[in-house]
């Protein structure tokens, strides 16, 4: 994509510094963008481009170091991006093809912090514990890959990687196990599930996506 105007972004309770730009994706076919999730359900799925025009900006990071967004150092064409933010409105964007200039923030991969997405269990403690056993995850600090539950780590010889794992997330969710929650909302901690948190470097797996609400990203629009 040309990038023949921007203009700075201030994110409210963050010091990193973003660039806002007008992006019309049916016009930019050869831009390749890195999604890393699932959507969960469908964001309106018929075609309204009075809603598209009250979207809030999507999020993505490049690979520019945070200087040069900083000082507003900006090459005039970039071809990759990685979405952080707004998987359900691209997909919408992507289903009509509208030709219509969105907003977009963009941010240094450098400034991009992952954390798990916390999950509350829907079924009771003990249950949840012996879902973990018949699944053979033990109480154990024994790997770096693990689910996170009332101050323990389980871990399991069957995870060998990160996928492995959010593969096993997204049977729990699937399975109505867990429900992802929201890292800013309050509900019991003694019902609360962390995974490993996901790294930037591994959104890059060739045709894999994580299963819906697995990273919790800061900034936040």
């Given at each position: 994509m040309i990038i023949d105007y921007f203009e700075k972004y201030t994110f409210n309770n963050s010091d990193v510094q973003?660039?806002?730009?007008?992006?019309?994706?049916?016009?930019?076919?050869?831009?390749?963008?890195?999604?890393?999730?699932?959507?969960?359900?469908?964001?309106?799925q018929t075609e309204n481009i009075n809603k598209v025009k009250e979207f809030p900006p999507l999020l993505f990071s490049v690979d520019l170091d945070s200087r040069e967004i900083n000082?507003?150092?900006i090459p005039n064409e970039i071809n990759k991006l990685t979405l952080?933010?707004?998987?359900?409105?691209?997909?919408?964007?992507?289903?009509?093809?509208?030709?219509?200039?969105?907003?977009?923030?963009?941010?240094?991969?450098?400034?991009?912090?992952?954390?798990?997405?916390?999950?509350?269990?829907?079924v009771d403690e003990n249950t949840f514990v012996e879902i973990l056993h018949m699944?053979?995850?033990?109480?154990?600090?024994?790997?770096?890959?693990?689910?996170?539950?009332?101050?323990s780590k389980y871990c399991s010889g069957?995870?060998?990687?990160?996928?492995?794992?959010?593969?096993?997330?997204?049977?729990l969710i699937s399975s109505n196990m867990i429900t992802p929650v929201q890292n800013d909302h309050t509900f019991p901690e003694n019902r609360s599930v962390d995974f490993?948190?996901?790294?930037?470097?591994?959104?890059?797996?060739?045709?894999?996506?994580?299963p819906p609400k697995s990273t919790w990203i800061s900034p936040r629009i």
């Open positions: 973003g660039i806002k730009i007008l992006l019309n994706f049916s016009l930019n076919n050869n831009l390749e963008i890195i999604m890393h999730e699932e959507t969960q359900g469908k964001y309106e000082s507003l150092n952080l933010d707004g998987h359900h409105r691209l997909e919408h964007l992507s289903l009509y093809n509208y030709d219509h200039f969105v907003p977009i923030v963009l941010i240094s991969n450098q400034d991009v912090k992952v954390e798990s997405y916390k999950s509350r269990i829907d699944n053979n995850f033990k109480n154990s600090n024994s790997s770096d890959y693990f689910i996170l539950f009332q101050n069957d995870v060998e990687n990160i996928y492995d794992l959010y593969d096993f997330k997204r049977k490993t948190p996901v790294k930037l470097s591994e959104f890059y797996k060739e045709n894999y996506l994580f």
